[in-house]
Structure formats: structure tokens, C-alpha cells
């Protein structure tokens, strides 16, 4: 019969829809008709269920190591051509960017108007003994530190010290990429992605006690 159109499912069965179910539509195709069909079989009476959307196939991501274990799912795009017609144009890489490694390096020269925290033994004088600590944010495990200006009277220490910050930033999305397991217990790395950030802090260093915190930069 003229202007239906049809499509198969399990068992040899075979839905037809009439162009009424496309009423406004400009030009009716069989392509069109078919989709209503798949959008509206969950209302068909008796008959009908819930359909995944048309073109988009999901399938189970497994582990040979935990059989029978799903480790997630995968959900593809499925288009489909005629033979007759000329081929597709080739496939577009969408895997994840992969971030790239970089260093970071800083030179401290010196420090200037630092808060003074202790008092000179001999003198009575305001007096620290300074240094710079460094580390990029999300990576204070690795922080460093300078050499000590010992005995600073003005808050002024000179260093001409330099650090060098390995990282891997994912320039697409200003990122820097850190892969730490979350607890000791963990089996496996969790991929954290945090804004690139520098942080510069000046200490007293102490002999006989925890090191003073005089001030931050970042």
C-alpha cells in the first residue's frame, strides 16, 4: 500500500505506520515513519515496551580477571549505509586527550619586609632565620625548600635558589593531571584534574622546635 512504511523485529513480526502519524511534517519519509514507530512502541497496547533510542547500542565492559563482574558499559553510535553508496569518511579519533609533561622552574632570588618572628639571644633584636618552601598545588608531597639566610635583622634573605616542578597538564582544559590512589587500601590510581597553581610560603627555621609560618604567596 502506498506512503506506509514498516520495520521488523524478533520473530518475523513486522509494524506498520501510515503517514497520519507524521501529520505536518513537510515531507514524509520512510526513514521518518519507521523512527515514529521505534519513539512510540512503548505506547502501542499489548504489544508495546520501552525501546533504546535508535542508533545508540549498549554493551557490558568486562574484566577477564572478575568474570561475571560488569566494569562498566560502553554505549556506541550505529549508523548504517547502503552498499551502493560511496564510503564514509574516515573515523574520528575521540579518545580522551592525554595530557603532556611539562616543568615548572622558579628561581627565588630574595625576600623582602618578611615579619620577623623571633628575638636575637645576644641583642634582643627582631631576628628570624629564613627560608622559601614551594610546591604545586595538589603536589605538597613533593614541596621543596630553599637554603637558610640565617640571622635576617630587616626581614630581607637572599637565596638565588631555583626549583624545577615536574607535572602533566592537559592544555585543552588548563588542567594539571595527578593520578594518586585515594587511601592505602586502594587497588587503584584515581585521576584528579586541578587548576595549575604555584604556592610560595616564607618559615623560620628552628633548631629545637616545629619551623614558625611567617607568610604565603599563591
Same mark, same amino acid.
Given at each position: 500500500?502506498?506512503?506506509?512504511?514498516?520495520?521488523?523485529?524478533?520473530?518475523? @513480526?513486522?509494524?506498520?505506520?501510515?503517514?497520519?502519524?507524521?501529520?505536518? &511534517? @513537510?515531507?514524509? %519519509?520512510?526513514?521518518?515513519?519507521?523512527?515514529?514507530?521505534?519513539?512510540?512502541?512503548?505506547?502501542?497496547?499489548?504489544? !508495546?515496551?520501552?525501546?533504546?533510542?535508535?542508533?545508540?547500542?549498549?554493551?557490558?565492559?568486562?574484566?577477564? /580477571?572478575?568474570?561475571?563482574?560488569?566494569?562498566?558499559?560502553? #554505549?556506541?553510535?550505529?549508523?548504517?549505509?547502503?552498499?551502493?553508496?560511496?564510503?564514509?569518511?574516515?573515523?574520528?579519533?575521540?579518545?580522551?586527550?592525554?595530557?603532556?609533561?611539562?616543568?615548572?622552574?622558579?628561581?627565588?632570588?630574595?625576600? *623582602?619586609?618578611?615579619?620577623?618572628?623571633?628575638? /636575637?639571644?645576644? %641583642?634582643?633584636?627582631?631576628?628570624?632565620?629564613?627560608?622559601?618552601?614551594?610546591?604545586?598545588?595538589? &603536589?605538597?608531597?613533593?614541596?621543596? *625548600? =630553599?637554603?637558610?639566610?640565617?640571622?635576617?635583622?630587616?626581614?630581607? !634573605?637572599?637565596?638565588?635558589?631555583?626549583?624545577?616542578?615536574?607535572?602533566?597538564?592537559?592544555?585543552?582544559?588548563?588542567?594539571?593531571?595527578?593520578?594518586? @590512589?585515594?587511601?592505602?587500601?586502594?587497588?587503584?590510581? =584515581? #585521576?584528579?584534574?586541578?587548576?595549575?597553581?604555584? %604556592?610560595?610560603?616564607?618559615?623560620?627555621?628552628?633548631?629545637?622546635?616545629? /619551623? *614558625?609560618?611567617?607568610?604565603?604567596?599563591?
Amino acid at each position: 500500500m502506498p506512503g506506509r512504511a514498516g520495520i521488523l523485529l524478533g520473530q518475523g @513480526k513486522r509494524v506498520v505506520c501510515f503517514p497520519s502519524a507524521l501529520a505536518g &511534517q @513537510k515531507k514524509q %519519509t520512510d526513514e521518518h515513519l519507521a523512527l515514529t514507530v521505534l519513539r512510540h512502541w512503548e505506547d502501542i497496547p499489548r504489544a !508495546g515496551c520501552k525501546l533504546v533510542p535508535e542508533h545508540v547500542e549498549t554493551r557490558p565492559l568486562l574484566n577477564p /580477571d572478575k568474570p561475571g563482574i560488569e566494569q562498566g558499559r560502553l #554505549e556506541m553510535w550505529v549508523d548504517m549505509f547502503p552498499m551502493d553508496m560511496p564510503a564514509p569518511g574516515p573515523a574520528t579519533d575521540i579518545s580522551p586527550r592525554k595530557p603532556k609533561k611539562y616543568e615548572l622552574r622558579v628561581i627565588v632570588w630574595n625576600t *623582602d619586609e618578611v615579619i620577623l618572628e623571633d628575638d /636575637d639571644y645576644f %641583642t634582643g633584636e627582631k631576628s628570624s632565620d629564613i627560608f622559601v618552601r614551594g610546591w604545586l598545588k595538589g &603536589q605538597q608531597e613533593d614541596k621543596q *625548600d =630553599t637554603d637558610v639566610h640565617y640571622h635576617s635583622l630587616t626581614g630581607e !634573605g637572599n637565596f638565588n635558589w631555583r626549583y624545577i616542578f615536574p607535572f602533566d597538564y592537559l592544555a585543552a582544559e588548563e588542567k594539571i593531571v595527578i593520578s594518586k @590512589k585515594e587511601s592505602m587500601f586502594s587497588w587503584d590510581e =584515581t #585521576e584528579y584534574k586541578i587548576p595549575a597553581r604555584l %604556592t610560595l610560603q616564607v618559615w623560620d627555621a628552628d633548631h629545637f622546635s616545629a /619551623d *614558625d609560618f611567617l607568610g604565603k604567596k599563591g
